[in-house]
Each structure stands twice: as C-alpha cells, then as structure tokens.
C-alpha cells in the first residue's frame, strides 16, 4: 500500500518560515523522484520544488532561495523547508512521487504517480 502523508502546515505571518513533511509509507524512496507542489484557490496547481533520485533539485523560480526540498529516504521522508513566506505562498501544499522511469520534468504535475491528501500553508499578518 502506497501513501503518502503530509504534515507541517499553517498559520504563518509574512516573512515567517515551515517546515513540511511528507512520509512516503510503502516506498523504497531511493527509487523515486519527489517533489512538492501547490494550488491556490482558483489557480492551478504548480510545481513548487522537486528532487531527483541523486538529489538533484528543480525549484519553481518565484520560490528560488526561499524554500529547500530534503529527503531522507531511510526515513522515507521528503522535506520542504520555507522561509521568508509570503503571502502569494499561500495554498494547499500536496507531496507527490513517481518512480523515477515516469519523470521527464521534475515540476510537471502529470508525471507523478502518487500524491498526499494536501497539508494547508496561510501566510498572513
């Protein structure tokens, strides 16, 4: 059974930082790419960050130097790290992996296989 599990969201003020977690229950992670990714009310959802097998990184450029993707995979865990949020970072926030032979483009949302049920992030003062 695949599932994955988010966790960490909330209310932030502006310029404040989250940590989400995702635990990837059922998977040998190392076999997987990872990524986060996002939707607003009324937009579409968007590819926030996201992690190769070999830890290479793709990251949405609105977000660059503010948030950081980790993994653990002996944890099978995947990380978003967020600072300096702001509030146009505010939406649901969705973990997402696909073996990594599904992949073209990390922050394509339609190659991913598997997704969590959404944690949600407020940034507001």
């Known amino acids: 059974q695949f599932q994955l599990v988010e966790s960490g969201g909330g209310l932030v003020q502006p310029g404040g930082s989250l940590r989400l977690s995702c635990f990837a229950a059922g998977f040998t992670l190392e076999y997987y790419g990872v990524a986060w990714f996002r939707q607003a009310p009324g937009k579409a959802r968007e590819g926030v960050a996201g992690?190769?097998?070999?830890?290479?990184?793709d990251y949405l450029d609105s977000v660059k130097g503010r948030f950081t993707i980790s993994r653990d995979n002996a944890k099978k865990s995947v990380y978003l790290q967020m600072t300096n949020l702001k509030p146009e970072d505010t939406a649901i926030y969705y973990c997402?992996?696909?073996?990594?032979?599904?992949?073209?483009?990390?922050?394509?949302?339609?190659?991913?296989?598997?997704w969590g049920q959404g944690t949600q992030v407020t940034v507001s003062s």
């Open positions: 992690m190769w097998g070999d830890s290479r990184t």
């Open positions: 997402a992996a696909a073996p990594l032979g599904w992949i073209n483009f990390l922050l394509r949302f339609d190659n991913y296989k598997y």
